[in-house]
Every structure is written in structure tokens, then in C-alpha cells.
């Protein structure tokens, strides 16, 4: 049981240092491959309690699907976010004191609703959950393929429109 404490520890400080550094730095690309190594993390934690479904949804879904899509955004629209140097640097104290206090607020509604929950000895298998999720909320999921497709094909679009314009 140590071992997966260790192991908790390291993934969440890998995964708060790289966190920080999608809010930080100033490379947008760099952003997207700091939310890779953050999402990669939660897949780890999703392995690490033995929700392997979840766990390897998450790697498909958010590490193939949606950082491909920002990435195609952010290539196709060129823009050079980095290169700006109007930052309002004025505002970051009551950003970083409005994120605090967001902190707080969450921490406290955790820890009042799930104090004295406890998690159930016997979660479902992958195959329970791919069962149920493949026939009975078969229709959401294609919509979400179909929404992901169709913001794949706008940003193509939109980007063609100003390429050639």
C-alpha cells in the first residue's frame, strides 16, 4: 500500500508542476504539451486505483482526440500568441487571489460531501462498463464524435477563409 503512495505523490507533483505551466508559460504549443503530461497524469491515477476503462478512455479521448484538436487549432490559425507583449501584468493579484479563494471554496465542498464516503469493494469490470456504455449510451457518444468532427472541419474552414482572404 506504500508503494502506491509514492507513486500518487510523484504523478500529483508531475502533474501540479505541468498544471502550473499551462497557466505560465507564454508558448501556446507548449501549453498544449503541458495539458498532455497533466491529462497523461489523471490516466495514471485512473490505473493507479484500478479503473483501467477509465484510465485508457482518457489516454483515447483527451490525449488522441482533444490535444490533437487543439494542436490543429492552433497550427491552422497561425496566430502568434507568444510574441505579445501587451500583457496586463496589473491583474495577476487578484487573479491568483481569486483562485484561491476558488480553492478554498471547492476543498470545503469536498470534504463536506464526500467526508464519510466510502468507495465500494466491488467496482465494476471494464467489461460491465463498456457494456453498458456501448448499448445504452450508445447515441451520446457518436454525438460527441460527431462534435469533435465537426469542430475539426469549422477550424479547417476558418482557417482556409483567412488564408485566402
Known sequence: MIAEHVAFGIIAAVMV?????VVTTRDIV??????VIVLAGVA????????????????????GAVIVLFLF??????SDFDQDEETDHKRKFPAILTAL??????????????????????????AQVSDELFSQYIVPFEAVSVLLLAALIGAIVIARREEGG
Open 17 to 21: 508542476a505541468s498544471a502550473l505551466r
Open 30 to 35: 507548449h501549453a498544449a504539451l503541458y495539458l
Open 44 to 63: 495514471a491515477l485512473f490505473l493507479l486505483v484500478g479503473a483501467e476503462f477509465t484510465g485508457i478512455t482518457q489516454v483515447l479521448i483527451y490525449i
Open 73 to 78: 487549432g492552433i497550427m491552422l490559425t497561425r
Open 101 to 126: 479563494l476558488l480553492l478554498a471554496v471547492m476543498i470545503g465542498a469536498l470534504v463536506d460531501r464526500f467526508d464519510d464516503l466510502k468507495l465500494d469493494a466491488n467496482p465494476q469490470t471494464t
